[in-house]
């Protein structure tokens, strides 16, 4: 019931996350320690592109391996299960995570290579997270025309915005040469 605060750090493995509490504004000291510390050991996911409360359920998505993650935040934030997006044989990645009315969105995109500027992208997709089920068992998946959401790099890519989702999405290769 206090907000927290919740910091992820990628290093090119599993994530490290670090749970502040920030109740007390005036106490910089909360800034000084977590209160909890997840890490590859506690079975953190890889590049973590969002997060999402739902009821006393903290969700994560992320990038490399498509996955999203829960966490049981009365529960010293143990993680009660993860889901990994293998539609079909392509190479999916995380995008974004959204809670509304209890129920949680993961955004996916995909792609075969992401720093190939011949790369194909395909259509996204929507993940919908029936309310309450800390399974991750999908309840229903939507095609989105969409390809390529920056939902880590640019910041407003995935919003919601009362009970409509809105999406950016790059359309393609984002270049990184300056084209």
Known sequence: GEPMVAVSQYTG???TIWIYNTSDPKNKSSWTKPVKELGPAN???????????????LY?????????????????YKVVSTYMNTADSKTW???????????????FTTTSNAWDPSSVYGKSMLVKFAK?????????????NCTNVDGGGVHGAVQLDGSTLYIASIGGYQHYDGT
């Open 13 to 15: 493995g599993a994530d």
């Open 43 to 57: 079975g953190t996911i890889t590049n973590v592109r969002g997060m999402a409360a739902a009821g006393n359920y």
């Open 60 to 76: 994560m998505v992320g990038y490399d391996s498509a996955q999203v993650c829960v966490c049981d935040m009365t529960d010293n």
């Open 93 to 107: 990645h995380g995008e974004a995570i959204v809670s509304y009315k209890g129920d949680v969105y993961a955004l």
């Open 132 to 144: 309450g089920d800390t399974t991750l068992t999908p309840e229903k998946t939507l095609s989105l």
